[in-house]
């Protein structure tokens, strides 16, 4: 249902924007400018009233419909979103205030289901006007704080699971997400849409979703902080799985703090999720992840840097490389202790295993028919991963085969479920790999806090232990760059000006320790407003005030 107050709404958002609100430009300065404004900014334009929730609702859709055409990062608007808006605008008009969150707009990513006039698809069109007996935990956690749910953000179809020669970012439904920082650019996955929507300020931040590298890959490429919580510590009832033992899901946000509020109101046990269960405090004594963001977290801190996995300095990655040497002088300066070497001793056979393959190639078809059998209307009856493949290979607009089921087909192909002991074997190993011969090893022998880590390279240990990474941005590639595409040829991967990130991981559940090591750095550094993006909205809230 949409409301008729809605539609006149929807009409001024579908309008030129940039002719109709001209005449009010000469307020923008007044307000926050969307492409930084944080949590905090907007909060205080919302309660000394000089701007409204429907206000930010308009300003933030006619910014999406600005870009969407180009970059291609927002699938489906919420139709709700306005007069969801206006009821927390009411709520705060009468005193009642939902926490830190209340009347500001978040995209998610689609491969959580909201149970409203939003699809969720996982980018597929097999799934396209399914319907889910209620809100993934995760959004209605978020709703529960305040948020409003503004909309839907494109992804790497199948959260990058299906293809061998796809491109990071494309989606059936949503077509293919581009980077803001660079024509072309490679936007990275699978939270692809989240990234470059958080990233250029068509909300006040997005969720993403990581099984490895999801959150922190497209989070590091678009100027970003991405945390990848714990598994376990956020809810993956009602999200599109690939694998219970590795999913995630984590805010895509421009600053530490405000990555910090999405985290606090997600976090937390669930029914529908038993691995919540393994949370391992008393909800009194949950951690508080904003009141973690201290200037002086990294006083006294041991922070080991593992050379064997932190890659090689080649001449296209020295930018990484050099900005990663000065970060660390950057830590050292603000008091920690950096321990170099730490290095995990079964690297080695880390990169040789397997063994993440085959936990996440069994996983897979069993949590994606269990995901399928809760859907209540199910249009294309795809009840397991061998309807999903038949659907995809049939279906034109699935580009298929041009953009292949290889991964599916792996699935498929497996003679074995996760509850077989092949699969558990391949389970220990990783958590082998991960734990003791790696980064849980780490920590152990050196008393390290966390370690520290180019982002390019962070992701895949913690991935397979379950463990948690946060991502702040360290720079962008310089002027000089050579230009280089992605493998399918339809992507810059390489640019100038694409940006990269720096990464704190730990052991298990301690996201309050490296929240507080990254807000450290951040506020030391501040690298995010120095890279600029090519492409942004111009909207601003001054240019929507009277509508
Ligand atoms: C404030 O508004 C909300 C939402 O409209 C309503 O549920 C609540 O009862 C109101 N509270 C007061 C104190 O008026
Ligand atoms: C969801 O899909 C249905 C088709 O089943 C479509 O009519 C509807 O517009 C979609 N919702 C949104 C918010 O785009
Ligand atoms: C954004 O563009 C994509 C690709 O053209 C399209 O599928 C989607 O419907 C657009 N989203 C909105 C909100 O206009
Ligand atoms: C990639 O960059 C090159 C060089 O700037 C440009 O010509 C090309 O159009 C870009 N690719 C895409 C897909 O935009
Ligand atoms: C979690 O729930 C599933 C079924 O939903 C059950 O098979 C499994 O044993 C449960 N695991 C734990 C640790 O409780
Ligand atoms: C903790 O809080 C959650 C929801 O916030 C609730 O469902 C759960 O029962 C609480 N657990 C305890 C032990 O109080
Ligand atoms: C750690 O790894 C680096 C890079 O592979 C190597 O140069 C160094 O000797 C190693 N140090 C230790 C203590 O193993
Ligand atoms: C890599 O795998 C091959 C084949 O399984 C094995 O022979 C070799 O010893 C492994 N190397 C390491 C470093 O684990
Ligand atoms: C595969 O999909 C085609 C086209 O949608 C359909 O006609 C056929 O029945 C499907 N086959 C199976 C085995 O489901
Ligand atoms: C799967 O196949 C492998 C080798 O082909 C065999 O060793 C294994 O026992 C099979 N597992 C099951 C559960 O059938
Ligand atoms: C770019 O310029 C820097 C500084 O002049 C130089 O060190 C670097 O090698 C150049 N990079 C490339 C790819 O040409
Ligand atoms: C509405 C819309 O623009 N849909 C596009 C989504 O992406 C696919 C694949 O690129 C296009 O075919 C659709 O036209």
Redesign the pocket.
């Known amino acids: 249902m949409v409301s008729a107050w809605l539609v006149i709404k929807a009409c001024v958002a579908f309008a030129p924007l940039t002719t109709v609100f001209a005449q009010y430009h000469a307020d923008v300065s007044k307000y926050p400018a969307l492409l930084d404004a944080t949590a905090k900014e907007l909060t205080a334009g919302l309660e000394n009233g000089d701007f409204t929730s429907v206000d930010l609702v308009q300003a933030y859709v006619g910014r999406i419909l600005q870009v969407n055409s180009t970059l291609h990062m927002v699938v489906?608007?919420?139709?709700d979103a306005w007069t969801i808006a206006k009821g927390l605008d009411d709520e705060r008009a009468n005193g009642t205030l939902r926490g830190p969150l209340h009347g500001l707009p978040i995209l998610i990513k689609n491969n959580i289901a909201t149970a409203d006039?939003?699809?969720n698809t996982a980018g597929s069109w097999s799934l396209?006007?399914a319907k889910v007996p209620r809100d993934a935990t995760v959004a209605a956690k978020l709703r529960k704080a305040g948020a409003i749910i503004l909309g839907k953000t494109n992804l790497s179809q199948w959260a990058n699971y299906r293809s061998s020669n796809s491109s990071n970012g494309w989606s059936a439904q949503g077509g293919q997400t581009y980077g803001a920082y660079y024509p072309g650019q490679d936007p990275s996955g699978s939270s692809s849409g989240s990234g470059v929507s958080s990233s250029i300020g068509l909300a006040v931040a997005a969720l993403g979703t990581e099984t490895d590298g999801s959150i922190i890959s497209p989070s590091e490429l678009n100027n970003l902080v991405g945390i990848k919580p714990t598994r376990g510590l956020t809810s993956r009832a009602l999200v599109i799985p690939i694998s219970e033992h590795q999913d995630t899901v984590g805010p895509m946000a421009r600053t530490v703090k405000d990555a910090a509020y999405v985290l606090q109101a997600i976090a937390g046990p669930d029914q529908y999720d038993n691995y919540t269960s393994a949370i391992p405090w008393a909800n009194s004594t949950a951690p508080n992840y904003v009141a973690a963001c201290q200037f002086d977290a990294l006083l006294g801190k041991r922070i080991g840097v593992p050379r064997n996995a932190i890659g090689t300095r080649t001449r296209g990655s020295a930018p990484i490389y050099d900005a990663f040497e000065a970060a660390l002088t950057v830590l050292r300066n603000a008091g920690a202790v950096i321990v170099d070497n730490t290095n995990y001793t079964a690297y080695a056979q880390y990169l040789n295993s397997t063994a993440e393959d085959t936990v996440l190639s069994g996983d897979f078809g069993p949590n994606l028919a269990a995901y399928l059998a809760q859907l209540t209307y199910n249009?294309n009856n795809v009840h397991d991963l061998a309807d999903v493949t038949n659907f995809t290979q049939h279906f034109p607009a699935e580009e298929y085969p041009s953009r292949d089921t290889a991964i599916f087909d792996e699935s498929l192909a497996l003679n074995f479920t996760n509850t077989d002991a092949q699969f558990w074997n391949a389970y220990q190993e990783d958590l082998f790999l991960g734990g003791e011969g790696g980064l849980l090893g780490a920590l152990s022998t050196y008393n390290l806090d966390a370690v520290v880590i180019p982002s390019s390279v962070a992701s895949g240990i913690s991935a397979i232990i379950g463990g948690p990474v946060i991502t702040v941005p360290l720079g962008a590639f310089p002027s000089n760059t050579t230009v280089v595409p992605n493998a399918r040829g339809n992507l810059n991967a390489t640019a100038p000006n694409i940006p990269f990130g720096i990464s704190f991981a730990g052991a298990l559940w301690s996201e309050e320790t490296l929240i507080g090591l990254a807000y450290a750095f951040e506020q030391r550094t501040l690298v995010r407003e120095k890279v600029k993006p090519y492409i942004q909205p111009s909207i601003e809230i001054g240019d929507v005030l009277g509508y």
Do not use: A, D, L
Not at 76 to 79: D, M, T
């Open positions: 489906e608007i919420n139709p006039e939003m699809n396209y006007g249009p």
